[in-house]
């Protein structure tokens, strides 16, 4: 690889490897407890640890030293004017309850992007790497230079039909939108394999990339949670959109292979997924 973007995708993979160390280290230095919850967002279980912060706060410091005229969007800290036009979009933890309890499915998130990333549809990343800190599993891609698993390329292979799909999906922090997934859910439950809740975004797009799944959906997702996986799943070979003709976005986001993604787009709009209930 000699293109600049496999030289933004190797920097993002060397920061996002040192966030994952600094993440490890924090949990050798807590003595069985949990991490501090220094605030929370959309609800109550909707939290912030001290990690968070200081994994941005880390993710930030390397790549102002590295590429000072980026912008830069984060989860935490929002974002930051530059003048390049490119953006990097992280999510220094994608998986923060799972974190918080233990649970190794968590993920550094780090992605540069084109265009304006906090408008869907109207950004493309161009590197990308996924790392989980407590396995040790580190995806990465550049645009036109493939997907990998560690050393292994990733290719989409064929994908079943709907009937034999498993397939990932999350849930939201509010009330309402819960009752609407679990309202979308039985009605997606009988016409499929079966169902993985994994409490990752990344890390459920990583493994449409890399097959542990075959296809994700979810509501309310954000730039930060899939920028840098939506470039490895688009260089393994998959794809990911929206419903009736609209873009990825906090509206929804669904992804696959063909033709199983159309399917399951097809499902999804029959039931009506990217809506709320009407509050009552």
Not at 160 to 187: C, D, H, I, N, W
């Amino acid at each position: 690889m000699s293109s600049e973007y496999a030289a933004a995708m190797r920097l993002a993979e060397e920061i996002a490897r040192e966030a994952g160390e600094l993440i490890l280290r924090g949990e050798q230095d807590r003595s069985g407890e949990r991490p501090l919850v220094e605030s929370t967002k959309s609800s109550p279980t909707d939290v912030v640890t001290a990690m968070d912060r200081a994994v941005e706060d880390l993710l930030r410091a390397r790549l102002a030293a590295a590429r000072p005229g980026d912008a830069v969007l984060g989860e935490e800290a929002g974002g930051q004017a530059g003048r390049t036009g490119y953006t990097w979009v992280l999510d220094p933890i994608d998986g923060t309850v799972n974190y918080l309890y233990r649970i190794p499915a968590y993920a550094v998130s780090v992605a540069l992007v084109t265009g304006d990333p906090t408008v869907p549809g109207a950004w493309q990343p161009v590197a990308a790497c996924v790392h989980q800190p407590a396995t040790g599993a580190t995806w990465t891609a550049a645009q036109g230079e493939g997907a990998y698993l560690g050393e292994r390329r990733l290719r989409l292979g064929p994908v079943p039909e709907l009937s034999q799909a498993l397939v990932a999906t999350g849930f939201g922090y509010r009330k309402q939108r819960r009752t609407g997934q679990a309202r979308v859910l039985t009605g997606v439950l009988p016409q499929i394999r079966d169902i993985r809740r994994i409490g990752s975004a990344a890390l459920d797009l990583c493994g449409v990339a890399t097959g542990t799944v075959d296809a994700y959906y979810e509501r309310g997702v954000n730039v930060w949670d899939i920028a840098a996986a939506a470039l490895v799943l688009a260089e393994a070979g998959g794809s990911l959109r929206g419903l009736r003709g609209a873009p990825a976005g906090p509206e929804m986001v669904v992804a696959a292979g063909d033709p199983l993604l159309d399917d399951l787009v097809d499902l999804l709009t029959d039931l009506d997924a990217d809506q709320d209930p009407a509050a009552e």
